[in-house]
T-cell receptor, first 115, second 115 residues
Framework: DTAVSQTPKYLVTQMGNDKSIKCEQN?????MYWYKQDSKKFLKIMFS???????INETVPNRFSPKSPDKAHLNLHINSLELGDSAVYFC??????????????FGPGTRLTVL | AQKITQTQPGMFVQEKEAVTLDCTYD???????LFWYKQPSSGEMIFLIY??????QNATEGRYSLNFQKARKSANLVISASQLGDSAMYFC????????????FGSGTKLNVKP
């Protein structure tokens, strides 16, 4: 009965490769997010989708492309990986305020290491 | 201006004592929500407690309580009777009603509980 799941949990790859991270939520939430957490633990929002529509794109390089096939899924594809992309990537979801709990729930994270 | 400020990068507390983690926020919205998350060394982000801006009572969840001072724009987390398992990073976050697709996070406080 996992609420927000991500795969894979760990990803080790070479510079220049392309990789994807998948995220699914079974909470019935309308909004999903991708965050990047750097080595100093700072959480930075990358994207936000509401009902499959891109709402927030926080000046993320074009190499990062989110895709939301339906409101329960938000995948992240990264092209031409660079060393600086090494981080933990979190998927999260939340409901629209006033329609239920306002809380945002996180997936377990994907630790990406670019060599 | 930063939306969420956590001024304590690191804190120590003796086991069984109470500890307060500081959080101040900046918003001109009347309606907003405040959240605290725990991130243990295993990496997952665990939701702890929520306070709505219109809630008159301070939120409590077990050993966690949120000391909400609206006029001061502070939302401090109080952990009573600290346990070794409370050692973790703690993040304060805010969501504004009119920009509800975005959660703002602080830089976190690393709490160490000493036996």
């Amino acid at each position: 009965d996992t609420a927000v799941s991500q795969t894979p949990k760990y990803l080790v790859t070479q510079m220049g490769n392309d990789k994807s991270i998948k995220c699914e939520q079974n909470l019935g939430h309308d909004t999903m997010y991708w965050y990047k957490q750097d080595s100093k633990k700072f959480l930075k929002i990358m994207f936000s989708y509401n009902n499959k529509e891109l709402i927030i794109n926080e000046t993320v390089p074009n190499r990062f492309s989110p895709k939301s096939p339906d409101k329960a899924h938000l995948n992240l594809h990264i092209n031409s990986l660079e060393l600086g992309d090494s981080a933990v990537y979190f998927c999260a979801s939340s409901q629209v305020p006033g329609t239920g709990t306002d809380t945002q729930y996180f997936g377990p994270g994907t630790r990406l290491t670019v060599l | 201006a930063q939306k969420i400020t956590q001024t304590q990068p690191g804190m120590f507390v003796q086991e069984k004592e109470a500890v307060t983690l500081d959080c101040t926020y900046d918003t001109s919205d009347q309606s907003y929500g405040l959240f605290w998350y725990k991130q243990p060394s295993s990496g997952e982000m665990i939701f702890l407690i929520y306070q709505g801006s219109y809630d008159e009572q301070n939120a409590t969840e077990g050993r966690y309580s949120l000391n909400f001072q609206k006029a001061r724009k502070s939302a401090n987390l109080v952990i009573s009777a600290s346990q070794l398992g409370d050692s973790a990073m703690y993040f304060c976050a805010m969501r504004e009603f009119y920009n509800f697709n975005k959660f703002y996070f602080g830089s976190g406080t690393k709490l160490n509980v000493k036996p």
